[in-house]
């Protein structure tokens, strides 16, 4: 504090220029003026793109590679490490994870959301190009990459079915026209085609027919490859003309390879169809997927990263119809799954909340005023107000989404607030007989640096969260600016149309004849003042009985944090569940297909659901499938939902868990998705350790241990490790004796179980494949290995795979993941009802604590709930530096280091019934409400400013000393701090008692500002008299006056009497 201080060292702004003048004095330019602001502001509202939030995906990037056959281990040794160690170079990945499985390995890199994603492109190709010359030889091509977060959920589904047409058919029509046309749309990061694979010739094998005869599978591969050909052939000339050599060397249907002579047998010739079925099938018949129970073929399109959905659905949907056109008769093209529907309901819910608040703000001020044409001043600068601020939005490249649309619901009642002061003060000169336009430049000059104050020292409080980084800031950056700007033209116009329309609007109250009702709440409002007027003279005579209380309202902060819930961002009903299932992991293809169907029965029975789509196997395990869930729009309506998509998640949760052979991890999907890890759950935690063995050790604990807690559910990871294997170990010398080779032995197993791709048929859309394995009987039990021969050369006889390799079962692991180059096992899971990030993170550092797990092994919270701890720090930031930049501010305004202090006292109290209000309502201390908390820093400072402006006019210009100046002030400000406070407290209402789509969004933003508003419009007008006393004392105390008492009025002075 600085000892030196006085009053009059604050600006004199009655003595400064009336900038209102201009605009009272031209009404006509006023209202030409405001109407071109709010045309501006009705135009750009109308242009303005849709979405659910804030742009804050994080640059991502998906490298795929594959090598058919190799196992988990060798994909991540030779194909994810040395592609891993490159991308460990590129700048900017905040997040590196690798999964590899049989054949297949996906890295993912997501890097800091100030990273452009065309720059890291180029670093993630530059990383595969270097990393080319260590991978393996063999690999059939390089590394690719996309834009894409795999961990999102698709933007669109859409299932292609038909009654006339087999899957082969309806997905090589989906890959090879729909996937390239949809492709090509802007916004659209990958089109993934699930459900069956493209058609093929099927050549079934019977191995010991075929070794009756002699001849090896690798002969029969080469006759086939042989057999179908489709190269150059030249051409002739004959002088004049040229001639295309062409001939019927390609063959494209299973009916022309069955006759295909493959060998000779005793002087006869031995034909494919002799040793084999020969089918019209499809490339891996080991991948089903369904759309309501039914076969289907489904497509499931991802935006790209910064794409907004909205925009890229709606283009998409323009060129389904031509799309569907194209599409041969009796296949049907369905959308299954489209999340703009609950998007766009999300935002029209947000717009009727804006609204309601707006029709209810106004309804208090004329529930104070009690006239039709005092209240028709606020009811114009209000929606002027909120619709100029969409102008600056338009401006500034946002959007309308959830955030910016609650920054202008919050906004309605904050800029009010101008209005009705600048509008009372001039009603009070116009009671004081001075005419409308007198009043309204007297009024408007007096109150200018108080309106002025009230919404820099408002605006401030959104310094720190413009100026920070991460999700937080990113996705708080449109709300802060479009609440600022909402400030700042309210401000404008309350300082220009308002006093305008006073001028010429207002008239004395003494002119107005007044009905039965107006004098009954007149005298209502009248012994509520005399109220105010005893208590206050009664605590102003004992300060040091409010101190403690205020004191106390510090201490209970620190009490109620203790309590409060924490949380990270709302769950969100987006109208679309994802579930992940997961079998035991020696599952085969066809049990899991058929527990698949049996989940998905169950899902399509609930009543709010109105599509499931599901898939499994294809490429990776074998143990796991898919399935997306579109949701019945939620609303009254006899054909609408009535349940959370919480409360039909815990209705479906206890029926899939009596599914046979697999479990189902069913989650809501959210708008935004935090980490590039796909997971069946919606929390993660990430084991890594130095060596698989303390993974093998640790991992399993951990995932047994979360299963017994209670306040976990649906615990499940994706480290398997208990594939079934069957593991051959050849006999070297004695193969050697019989001309075999390893490599010989390795060729006829995959010629035998690897589906192996033969021959390719070109057609002039797509390629399609030539696929031999031995028979299903054969392949379907690990007795089929005694059905395998091997022929070392065409004179020499069969000999059976047991001659030269012993067979024994084994395990191995069904995909290897990594973290940062680490071997990791991350561990998935959803809420316990009622527990919070809060509880779960401190449960899950528990239960490591108790397992002792060694400094190898290194633990971290993946995805959201690595969010969720970095935003404790950062709120805790938010928050302290927003009360540094208004006391900045403040003391800037008022060139004074006490004034804002004693306008900042009003915050304890406001903290303190915001959390009281969650801890009350079962709501959780999330972003949400931390921003709510934020808005009440630069709300309930408002009544302090009021106050003290007046309380410093009077001292400084009637000579009043401190006690009778903050007396009269709080008195005089009494009615509009209440009409004020009112109206941003119904401006919140909607938001807190919202129950439409997207309002669990809104909820904690409105509860926490309702309940600190509450809480601190009841104490500060006690407070603050007091404090604004206390402070002057000290400053006299300091400044050496005997006279003055730190808690009670100085010696000579005389009391106000009530």
Same mark, same amino acid.
């Given at each position: ?41 009705? @135009? ?45 170079? @590129? ?111 099927? $050549? ?19 006759? @086939? ?22 001939? &019927? ?85 369905? *959308? ?27 309804? $208090? ?95 401030? $409080? ?149 599509? $499931? ?34 409360? @039909? ?180 899971? &959803? ?60 003391? *800037? ?166």
């Amino acid at each position: 504090m600085s000892t030196g201080e006085h009053h009059d060292h604050h600006p004199e702004p009655v003595d400064g220029p009336n900038l209102s003048r201009v605009f009272i004095e031209r009404p006509v330019a006023t209202i030409l003026l405001t109407i071109a602001v709010a045309i501006a502001g009705a @135009i750009a509202f109308a242009v303005l793109p849709v979405s659910p939030l804030p742009q804050v995906d994080f640059p991502t990037i998906t490298v795929a590679a594959s090598l058919p056959g190799a196992s988990p281990d060798i994909m991540a040794s030779s194909v994810a490490t040395p592609l891993e160690r490159q991308f460990g170079h @590129i700048a900017g990945v905040t997040e590196m994870t690798s999964t590899s499985s049989l054949g297949t390995t996906g890295v993912t890199l997501q890097f800091d959301l100030s990273r452009n994603i065309d720059g890291a492109a180029r670093d993630v190709e530059a990383g595969i190009n270097a990393a080319r010359s260590y991978l393996p030889q063999n690999l059939p091509a390089n590394p690719t990459y996309r834009k894409v977060n795999p961990a999102d959920s698709p933007i669109l589904v859409l299932g292609l079915q038909s009654d006339v047409y087999d899957v082969p058919t309806l997905y090589d029509e989906a890959s090879t026209v729909m996937e390239q046309r949809i492709s090509q749309i802007t916004g659209v990061g990958q089109v993934t085609v699930v459900g069956a694979s493209l058609p093929a010739v099927r $050549v079934e094998i019977n191995p010991n027919q075929l070794a009756s005869y002699g001849i090896s599978l690798p002969q029969v591969q080469q006759v @086939i490859a042989g057999q179908n050909a489709n190269t150059a052939k030249g051409q002739l000339s004959n002088g004049d003309e040229t001639i295309d050599i062409l001939a &019927n060397d390609q063959i494209t249907k299973a009916v022309a390879y069955k006759p295909l002579v493959i060998g000779y047998h005793n002087g006869g010739a031995v034909r494919l169809q002799d040793v084999a079925d020969v089918v019209d099938s499809q490339q891996t018949i080991r991948q089903a997927g369904f759309l309501n129970g039914k076969l289907s073929v489904n497509m499931l399109i991802f935006r790209q990263p910064g794409a907004n959905i909205i925009t890229t659905v709606d283009a998409i949907k323009a060129a389904l119809p031509s799309l569907a056109a194209t599409i041969p008769k009796g296949q049907h093209l369905v *959308i299954i799954l489209d999340r703009t529907l609950t998007i766009r309901a999300s935002v029209s819910d947000i717009e009727r909340t804006l609204v309601i608040s707006v029709l209810l703000v106004i309804g $208090v001020v004329f529930v104070f005023l009690r006239n039709v044409r005092a209240t028709l001043i606020p009811a114009v600068a209000v929606p002027v107000s909120l619709i100029g601020t969409c102008a600056v939005m338009y401006l500034c490249g946002f959007s309308l989404d959830n955030l910016s649309l609650m920054a202008l619901a919050i906004a309605s009642g904050f800029v009010v607030d101008d209005a009705i002061v600048v509008m009372e003060n001039i009603t009070r000169h116009l009671e004081e007989g001075l005419g409308p336009l007198d009043a309204a430049l007297k009024g408007a000059k007096e109150i200018g640096f108080t309106v002025f104050s009230i919404s820099v020292s408002l605006i401030a $409080v959104f310094i720190p969260l413009l100026l920070m980084g991460g999700i937080i800031g990113r996705l708080f950056r449109e709300f802060a600016i479009t609440l600022s700007t909402a400030i700042v033209v309210s401000m404008v116009i309350s300082l220009t149309t308002t006093p305008m329309m006073c001028s010429r609007v207002l008239v004395p109250e003494h002119d107005i004849e007044h009905g039965r009702l107006y004098n009954w709440s007149e005298r209502v409002f009248d012994a509520i003042l005399k109220f105010y007027r005893r208590t206050l003279n009664w605590t102003l005579n004992h300060p040091a009985l409010i101190l403690i209380v205020f004191l106390c309202t510090i201490a209970l902060n620190g009490f109620l944090l203790t309590r409060v819930p924490l949380g990270f961002f709302p769950q969100q009903d987006t109208g679309a569940m994802t579930g992940g299932m997961q079998g035991p992991q020696d599952t085969s293809f066809y049990a899991m297909k058929a527990s698949v169907q049996q989940a998905t029965a169950i899902i399509k029975a609930d009543p709010g659901v109105q599509n $499931v789509m599901a898939f499994t196997g294809g490429q990776g395990a074998t143990n796991g499938g898919f399935t997306f869930v579109a949701l019945k729009p939620l609303g009254k309506g006899k054909d609408d939902r009535q349940d959370s998509v919480e409360t @039909i998640m815990a209705r479906l949760r206890p029926k899939l868990g009596r599914v046979q052979g697999a479990q189902t991890f069913l989650q809501p999907v959210q708008d935004i998705r935090i980490g590039g890890r796909q997971s069946s759950a919606q929390y993660q935690y990430t084991l890594q350790a130095e060596t698989t063995q303390d993974l093998q050790k640790y991992g399993p604990m951990l995932l047994t241990a979360m299963r017994h807690a209670p306040g976990f559910q649906d615990v499940n990871t994706d480290q398997q490790n208990l594939g079934l294997q069957a593991l051959l170990t050849y006999d070297r010398p004695t193969a050697a004796r019989l001309g075999i080779t390893p490599q010989l032995i390795d060729n006829t197993l995959y010629g035998a179980f690897g589906q192996s791709e033969v021959s390719t048929i070109y057609s002039e859309l797509n390629q399609y494949y030539v696929v031999m394995e031995v028979a299903p009987k054969y392949w379907q039990t690990p007795e089929g290995l005694k059905s395998t021969w091997i022929i070392p050369n065409a004179q020499g006889g069969a000999v059976p795979l047991a001659s030269v390799a012993k067979y024994a079962p084994s395990t191995s692991p069904l995909g290897i993941n990594h973290t940062g180059l680490f071997p990791s096992a991350t561990v998935s899971f &959803n809420l316990a009802p009622g527990v919070s990030l809060g509880q779960a993170t401190q449960e899950i550092g528990n239960l490591l604590e108790k397992m002792n797990v060694p400094s190898g092994v290194k633990g971290q919270f993946s995805g959201t709930l690595s969010a969720f701890k970095d935003s404790l720090n950062s709120e805790v930031y938010l928050v302290i530096t927003a009360i540094i930049a208004v006391y900045i501010v403040l003391g *800037i305004l008022y060139e004074s280091l006490v004034h804002p202090l004693t306008i900042l006292s009003t915050l304890p109290s406001a903290s303190v019934g915001a959390m009281l209000a969650l801890v009350l309502t079962n709501t959780e201390l999330d972003v949400m409400s931390i921003i709510g908390i934020i808005l009440l820093i630069g709300i309930v400072k408002k009544n302090a400013i009021m106050m003290i402006d007046f309380a410093l006019n009077a001292e400084r210009n009637e000579g009043k000393n401190t006690r009778d100046s903050i007396y009269e002030a709080s008195m005089l400000r009494f009615r509009p701090i209440l009409m004020t406070t009112f109206a941003a407290l119904f401006g919140a209402v909607p938001l807190a008692l919202g129950t439409g789509i997207g309002s669990e969004l809104r909820r904690p933003l409105g509860i926490s500002i309702i309940g600190g508003l509450i809480v601190s419009q009841v104490l500060t007008l006690y407070t603050t008299p007091v404090i604004y006393l206390f402070m002057d004392n000290l400053r006299l105390k300091v400044q050496g006056d005997k006279d003055a008492r730190l808690f009670g009025p100085r010696r000579e002075h005389k009391e106000v009497t009530a």
